[in-house]
């Protein structure tokens, strides 16, 4: 079973998304929260797999109770379901350790389809979402020293790097390197354990505020090829 954490400030919202979630077998919802210092305190109480998390909330927004809640239970994962798709949302909420971003008109069975995604561990980043990223990162100065942590890399693990962070599924890696589905599993397995991150949205988040990828955001950005696999 699956639990669920929602938090909102609408109480309608709330309970649209306790009916959804009630009708699909596996899931439960454990909680309920009208703001981001509430929604903080009952992730603590409950320890849900998923949280349902707004953004523009009273007394703790939702960016903020995202980073608290992450830092706090690394396992919960936090899924952005807002009426906001401002990149300056988009990036904070990632920044701040959620796995998926969502919109709050999206059909119920994609919000469903979401919700058992990052609660997998996986993340959920949509084009619109991977482009603003990079945008914003694409502003910001390179560090002046790089990671060690590559150095921990094998070859072929900063292959699969690099294609993570340009977007790639692992049937896609699979096919470009010409290696088993599985493998390439394993490897991105193993270069988020290595790299100390908890999925690929934060893989890449990773490779751009590190000023590893500026080559990879441009190939990103300028392929007409990727754009349609998308």
């Known amino acids: 079973m699956t639990t669920v954490l ?4 609408q109480a309608l919202v709330r309970i649209g998304l306790r009916k959804v979630i009630a009708s699909e ?3 439960e919802v454990v909680g309920e929260a009208s703001d981001g210092r509430a929604a903080v305190i009952a992730a603590l109480k409950h320890h849900p797999d998923v949280v349902l998390m707004d953004i523009r909330m009273p007394v703790v927004d939702g960016i903020e109770a995202t980073r608290q809640i992450t830092e706090a239970i690394p396992d919960t994962r936090i899924l952005i379901l807002t009426t906001f798709g401002l990149d300056e949302y988009v990036y904070g909420s990632l920044r701040a350790g959620a796995s998926g971003f969502m919109l709050k008109d999206a059909p119920p069975e994609e919000i469903l389809g979401a919700i058992h995604i990052v609660a997998r561990g996986e993340a959920l980043l949509a084009p619109a979402v991977t482009r603003a990223v990079i945008s914003a990162f694409m502003r910001q100065p390179a ?9 921990d890399l094998t070859e072929r693990e900063r292959e699969v790097f690099e294609l993570v962070v ?4 692992n049937p896609e890696i699979s096919s470009r390197l010409g290696i088993a589905e599985a493998t390439a599993k394993t490897h991105v397995a193993r270069v988020l354990g290595k790299l100390g991150v908890r999925d690929r949205i934060q893989a890449v988040i990773y490779a751009y505020e590190r000023g590893l990828a500026p080559r990879v955001a441009e190939d990103a950005q300028g392929s007409p090829d990727r754009d349609a696999k998308r």
């Open 25 to 27: 077998a596996g899931l």
């Open 166 to 169: 340009r977007g790639l599924s």
């Open 6 to 9: 929602i938090a909102d400030d």
């Open 143 to 151: 560090p002046r020293v790089p990671p060690t942590e590559l150095d």
